[in-house]
């Protein structure tokens, strides 16, 4: 049986020692619980938090307890069998992924946790999406077998037919329901009991009546395993079995390497799963040692920075918070050491800061260090205007880290203090409030004058503007939330023909260009070649040089600046394919800002000509529902221009998962709780964008 290690016992740990990992999931699949638990076992906290109650350590932001959900990534440290364990627990709303993005950036491993009754739900899949686009290796934990419902081998083939892994299932449970006590471990064959009232278990023989089907799941796992690992293949060729040992070294290989995953299970809530699931962290996540070293850039070309604390320091910034006592940057360190006191650099601002206090994170309170080296996530205070993305290293060996990618608001409000005195205050709170959520964005309106706060979701916003009553004590009036629109070409135009001619004394301006534009689909092109980003193309057919090379570059750069406001509201253009067919130059009067002038105009004209359509993003919305409320909750969705791809029946509810105009979601939590006498949930996941209807006019 694993024993509990008291953190302040081992001050430091060897770097393959420390696992850097977050807690992923849906809402309401038990992340916050497994956090607490974790915490509990390993003797960081000595009182056992609960999220129904407001006492948990994770969740100590006053919204979160208030709303019962994680707003905010929260770090906390613990240790387990002499290894350090950095914890971040992340938010499993939609509207919050963008903290699940910066910090799946710096973690080296993961616990994805489903629901043992829901199984993969549409956020598990989106933040195991993200996993996957960093390479996280992560191990799975089937929570809630207490439950009614509760279904290990549902929830299983749940994982492999949607995230479209292996599931390696180690475990299998003891009792089901109300009746789970425990579960067998198939690699030693061992019963672990969870009595009532205790925290820990009894490592018992396994019980009569699960024996045979003990062995049929350890067959199934060596199996499942040799298929995947070479070493695995060949003893289980040679004895039609896997060893202990030899299926431990497989599973940690198929972890780390992403080809399989790890699935246990237990009961959070009462205590049930959770010293193995620490067993596991340190059996098969990577350990600092175990991962690539990291990669940054140096005058553009490609350095690496080992894990290894006398390397040059080398740290990113990915949260960043205001509190009372000063801003407070949390980061994780990659390479070499920092002290309290030395001078950093800011390589993408090119700026000098120096380190105050170094700090280890225990979300809401911290406790001081003096050194901070390759492997940790600390928080720092005295940086001025480090922001989350920022690289930190050593000034005399500069080199900057990819930063994690914001993701575009969806939904903006407008917002302003009702008191003219506040207007200040407010234009200072919204910029502490950027600073510290980067995927927020404030800007003014040039038509209206209004102050536009943008987000990723409504509730994002609420979050958002709640902070700055609370924290700022302001009286601030909010707009109805706006959506985000963009405009696209149905039909484009050829030959468009445009002159820039201006003369006014002195060197004169002078570009000819023709412009055809057409639908990236009707090219096939998707955006992403050469010469093209993500919603636009560019190329140039011009033979004969008769629009030199460093022109066509100034027209390209004028057809983007072009692409910022479309010819139906205003909103932003994509979807486009520019070609330049044809042009001309004048020996002294042509230069490259006639040329980008030219650009931006005959674009505009083109789009002007073009057939175009407004688009709006969309999003896939899951409603849970009782079976009663089935038929007044499709009718609202089809009022609000939805589409219902599936319906799905579980145990006395429906599960109507369909597409919806985001514009159209607003209010939608309240509505369906009346419709369903509060019984009702639904859950969003952003899908991109459509063709609105023409009666939509959007407001700017």
Known sequence: MAVRTELHRRPTNPLNHVRNLGILAHVDAGKTTVTERILYLTGAVHKRGEVHDGTTVTDFDPQERDRGITIFAAAVSCAWNGHRINLIDTPGHVDFSDEVERSLRVLDGAIAVFDAVAGV???????????????????????????????????????????????LVVQLPIGAEDGFTGVVDLLRMRALVWADGHDTFEEEEVPDGLRDEARRRRRLLDEAVAELHPAALEEFCARSTVSGPTLTAALRDLTRSGEGVVV???????????????DAVVAYL????????VRGTLDDAVQERPADPAAPFAALVFKVNSTA????TCLRVYSGT??????????GARRHERIGRILRVQAGRHSDVDTAVAGDIVAVIGLKSARAGATLCTPAAPLVLEPPAPADPVVSVAVEARRSTDTERLVTALARLVEEDPSLTVRTDPETGQTVLSGMGELHLEVAVEKIRRAHELDIGVG????????????????????????DGGAGQFAHV?????PLEATGDTGTGSGGDAGFVFRSTVVGGRVPQEYVRAVEAGCRDALAEGPLGGHPVTGVRVTLTDGATHSKDSSEMA????????????????????????????VTVPDDAVGGVLGDLAARRGRVSGSTARAGTAVITATVPLAELFGYATRLRSRTRGRGTFTTRPTGYAPAPDPVSPAR
């Open 514 to 518: 023709v412009l055809d534009t057409e």
């Open 121 to 167: 739900e549409p956020q598990s899949e989106s933040v195991w999406r993200q996993a996957d686009r960093h390479g996280v290796p992560r191990i799975a934990f089937v929570n809630k077998l207490d439950r009614a419902g509760a279904d290990l081998d549902a929830a299983v083939a749940s994982i492999r037919d949607r995230l479209h892994t292996v599931p």
């Open 286 to 293: 990577p350990s600092p040692l175990d991962v690539p070293p």
């Open 480 to 503: 109805r939330p706006q959506v985000a629109y963009r405009e696209t070409v149905a039909r484009g135009v050829s030959g468009l023909v445009y002159r820039h001619v201006k003369q």
């Open 325 to 328: 006592t000063g801003r407070l």
């Open 264 to 278: 246990l299970c237990g009961s959070a809530y009462r205590n049930r799963g959770i010293e193995p699931l620490l």
């Open 338 to 347: 920092i002290r309290k006191g030395d001078t950093v650099l800011d390589a």
């Open 595 to 622: 040329f980008r002038a030219a650009g931006r105009f005959a674009l505009r004209e083109a789009l002007r000509a073009s057939a175009m359509v407004l688009l709006e993003p969309v999003a896939e919305v899951t």
